[in-house]
């Protein structure tokens, strides 16, 4: 059986809706927290030393009081936003999981025939949930509280590299104080984002692993498939339509969005290959997803979508992907 599967609708669908249910109130807290308040003021501060500073005809450098006051009054804020984000973690995980009960048998059994859902739904083997809890311990793992340990100066490095660039690059002190707002108002928000919306993901899989090997006698495999559009990265794309083993896991980036599609056995299911999926687009598109010296390697023939699949081990969440960079493909003459 051949047979289209929308994972757009199914990853903005219920995967996000749980997610934001989670994830909403930690989100808005670290919004108010760097837009408002005592940050939020010197934010304010901060632009109207650049005003000074620019009638002055003189830069806002890295150790500038008024930039030092902010960042220090930022920094108490992150680490209330860290632990809200840990705090959170164990139900965003235990979101994933309920979600990967659900879905994982409602993605099997798509588009079967009345007796086919029968047979198969009476033979679908549930296991315990909480002893499926008990194997999806990510954030209860000692490198997860060592990433959110580490979140505040993450963050804070980001802001502090806009006054360095700044000053390095020859800004005048307006664009580089709108760039430290930016920064400041964006990136706890943006990381967080990530961090959480990770986890979620991660647990779903590895729960999505979990259901399908407790089922193995009735299924006949799976397909990876991403979330397809002009955010997917090369990685992803590359790797969409592959076919994995009953319970492989389906290896992704942070903040990733492709999962594991199982079939029953004698019903086989593909999808179009993320390589088709971009030959389609306009180069336009291709270009706003690659780059232009991605695409260059691409159109020229001396890469191809695969060149852009590269593993990595992260502390977390252990074997993943990524997008390959131009230095990893060619090496010393991508600096060209």
Request: glycine share 14%; hydrophobic share 35%.
């Given at each position: 059986m051949t047979q289209a599967v929308s994972v757009n609708d199914l990853v903005t669908g219920?995967?996000?809706?749980r997610y934001e249910r989670a994830a909403r109130r930690v989100l808005r807290a670290l919004a108010v927290g760097v837009t408002g308040g005592v940050v939020g003021r010197r934010v304010d501060e901060l632009e109207e030393e650049a005003a000074r500073l620019e009638q002055a005809g003189e830069r806002l450098s890295p150790d500038n009081a008024v930039l030092r006051a902010l960042l220090a009054d930022l920094e108490p804020v992150l680490l209330d936003g860290a632990r809200l984000v840990a705090g959170v973690g164990e139900e965003l995980q235990g979101q994933g999981v309920d979600a990967a009960q659900r879905l994982t048998r409602e993605l099997t059994l798509a588009g079967a025939n009345a007796r086919v859902l029968g047979e198969i739904g009476a033979r679908w083997r549930v296991p315990d949930v909480e002893a499926v809890n008990a194997l999806v311990?990510?954030?209860e793992s000692d490198a997860f509280a060592g990433e959110m340990r580490t979140y505040g100066e993450r963050v804070l490095g980001v802001v502090q590299n806009q006054a360095v660039r700044g000053l390095v690059e020859g800004w005048n002190p307006l664009r580089t104080a709108r760039q430290v707002r930016q920064a400041v108002e964006g990136v706890p928000v943006r990381v967080a984002n990530t961090t959480?919306?990770?986890l979620y993901l991660q647990s779903y899989r590895r729960a999505g692993q979990i259901y399908q090997n407790a089922n193995a006698e009735i299924l006949g495999g799976q397909v990876r498939v991403a979330a397809l559009d002009v955010r997917t990265c090369l990685a992803c794309v590359a790797l969409h339509g592959t076919q994995l083993a009953v319970?492989?896991?389906?290896?992704?980036?942070?903040?990733?969005?492709?999962?594991?599609v199982p079939w029953i056995r004698g019903a086989q299911r593909t999808v179009r290959s993320g390589e088709e999926w971009f030959a389609g687009?306009?180069?336009a598109q291709q270009l706003q997803m690659a780059g232009p010296g991605a695409l260059e390697l691409l159109q020229s023939g001396r890469a191809t979508l695969r060149d852009f699949v590269v593993t990595y081990e992260d502390p977390v969440y252990g074997e993943m992907v990524r997008r390959a960079?131009?230095?990893g493909i060619l090496g010393e003459r991508g600096r060209d």
């Open positions: 219920l995967l996000d809706r311990t990510f954030a959480m919306r990770t319970g492989e896991g389906v290896q992704d980036h942070h903040n990733g969005r492709c999962i594991g687009l306009s180069e960079s131009l230095m």
